[in-house]
T-cell receptor, first 115, second 114 residues
């Protein structure tokens, strides 16, 4: 049981390049999330998927797209990377997207540097 | 709408002394509240959560937090700090409405000196 896995762990991009961050969970969770973490800002939600086949914007969705490929996998795509997207990206999952059952389990993170 | 404020960005304690990390919240609905810990270069780990059962919640590694509705607070405490407690701590709020996401505080960095 690996929990939540993310690839890659590190990535350096040039401005304008595109890339996809991969996330997978093996806990049979319904809901998955993408966050970014910046110094002094805590974690901010980019997009989430409450259940397979649905996705919704979070607090900071601009410049990103997501795909809930199946129940296990939720990818985050940067179509044209900008230096402002330099951050640490965390994927998380939870059994349900609802209050008391909202314990989220986090992956180890992807560190992205955009030059 | 939900929001959470961590009142200290940095707390320093000596090993063996008590830890207090302060958190105030705002929520339009009955909230669920969480504390997560992040050790350097690691992902986030759930310490404890409050979901409208007992107001005093015990978590892992000797941490506990008390939900005080009248004060809209959910402070994290530990009687005796250990060097391994040095990390960043996040207070998190969500409502019990389906479809609402977690709202994270900006974090408190805990330093523990010997």
């Amino acid at each position: 049981n690996a929990g939540v896995t993310q690839t890659p762990k590190f990535q350096v991009l040039k401005t304008g390049q595109s890339m996809t961050l991969q996330c997978a969970q093996d806990m049979n969770h319904n809901s998955m999330y993408w966050y970014r973490q910046d110094p002094g800002m805590g974690l901010r939600l980019i997009y989430y998927s409450a259940s397979e086949g649905t996705t919704d914007k979070g607090e900071v969705p601009n410049g990103y797209n997501v795909s809930r490929l199946n129940k296990r996998e939720f990818s985050l795509r940067l179509e044209s990377a900008a230096p402002s997207q330099t951050s640490v990206y965390f994927c998380a999952s939870s059994e349900f997207n609802s209050g008391s059952q909202e314990t989220q389990y986090f992956g180890p993170g992807t560190r992205l540097l955009v030059l | 709408a939900q929001s959470v404020t961590q009142l200290d960005s940095h707390v320093s304690v000596s090993e063996g002394t008590p830890v207090l990390l302060r958190c105030n919240y705002s929520s339009s609905y009955s909230p669920s509240l969480f504390w997560y810990v992040q050790h350097p270069n690691k992902g986030l780990q759930l310490l404890l959560k409050y979901t409208s059962a007992a107001t005093l919640v015990k978590g892992i590694n000797g941490f506990e937090a008390e939900f005080k509705k009248s004060e809209t607070s959910f402070h994290l405490t530990k009687p005796s700090a250990h060097m391994s407690d040095a990390a960043e701590y996040f207070c998190v709020v969500t409502s019990n409405q389906a479809g609402t996401a977690l709202i994270f505080g900006k974090g408190t960095t805990l330093s523990v000196s010997s």
